[in-house]
């Protein structure tokens, strides 16, 4: 399995979730906030908004259905694991302004 290039996320027990997923590792950088410039054509773990995806090579996302009860709680990556879902991955291209008036959306 391809590993990530960057981890972007504040929880500790998702970059563990992660690594026990086997697409990251110790080494793989962690950043809780990213820039352009950290993602750029990269493979990048986390959630981010459709302004920065665009930038990216391909995301990773793990969705987690945690109870309303347990959402303030710390979890760790033993917690994640049961609350996760299937991994989701995600190429996302921005289209030039042009091309969408051209086509007439």
């Known amino acids: 399995m391809e590993k990530v290039d960057i981890i972007v ?3 500790k027990s998702m970059v563990d979730y992660l690594i026990l ?3 990251a590792d110790n080494a793989t950088p962690v950043v809780k906030k990213a820039t352009v410039v950290d993602i750029l054509g990269k493979y990048v773990a986390g ?3 459709l302004h920065l995806a665009c930038y990216t090579r391909r995301i990773i996302e793990v969705p987690l ?3 309303k009860n347990k959402r303030r709680n710390k ?3 033993t917690s994640i694991k049961k ?3 299937e991994p989701r991955y995600y ?3 921005m289209l030039p302004a042009m091309t969408l008036a051209i ?3």
């Open 91 to 93: 190429e996302i291209n």
């Open 65 to 67: 259905n945690i109870p």
């Open 47 to 49: 959630t981010l908004p």
């Open 21 to 23: 997923l086997g697409v």
């Open 83 to 85: 609350y996760a879902g």
């Open 103 to 105: 086509e007439g959306v």
């Open 75 to 77: 979890l760790n990556a």
């Open 9 to 11: 996320t504040n929880k």
